[in-house]
């Protein structure tokens, strides 16, 4: 895996703006989790395509 930067977003849980690490693997895949929540699980980013 190779981090790929952070991203500003809103949470819908809690209505903050917090930003998301973006993680790529090699096969082009794009993995996510909120920055300040690091023992949550990698989600498939839904849109990659913004991201390569």
Do not use: Q
Request: charged residues 35%; aromatic residues 14%.
């Amino acid at each position: 895996m190779k981090f790929g930067g952070f991203v500003l977003c809103r949470r819908e849980d809690d209505g903050e703006r917090v930003c998301r690490s973006l993680w790529k693997c090699p096969a082009r895949h794009v993995w996510w989790h909120w920055a300040d929540r690091p023992d949550e699980t990698l989600e498939a980013c839904p849109i990659p395509e913004a991201f390569r």
